[in-house]
């Protein structure tokens, strides 16, 4: 079993910062690509960031220059930084990971819970 435990959402206003952790526990072998979706009422899951093991990073449009993805390899984790937030931004946010466990052959992606962001106007 692997885990995906996302933490730092919250309530934020128009223009605020918010840093958001997810780690990963379990049988884990390997991670190779992790990354942060977000869903807004109404609206499909998007991408927000991804990075990869050897940290090539990759971004949405809407993002760019304002979000920042990182990750520690050895402690499984992959962060979020967010400056200058907007009401559009205001979703649940995702964190997930593509998972080599132990005794197994195959990538596996892994999903968090999800954990609510809001940015007030």
Not at 70 to 86: C, E, G
Request: glycine share 10%.
């Amino acid at each position: 079993q692997v885990q995906l435990v996302e933490s730092g959402g919250g309530l934020v206003q128009h223009g605020g910062s918010l840093r958001l952790s997810c780690a990963a526990s379990g049988n884990i072998f390997s991670i190779y690509t992790m990354g942060w979706y977000r869903q807004a009422p109404g609206k499909q899951r998007e991408l927000v960031a991804a990075i990869t093991s050897g940290g090539t990073t990759n971004y949405a449009d809407s993002v760019k220059g304002r979000f920042t993805i990182s990750r520690d390899n050895p402690k499984n984790t992959v962060y979020l930084q967010m400056n200058s937030l907007k009401p559009e931004d205001t979703a649940v946010y995702y964190c997930n990971a593509d998972v080599l466990s132990y005794f197994t052959d195959r990538v596996v992606t892994h999903w968090g819970r999800g954990i609510q962001v809001t940015v007030s106007s």
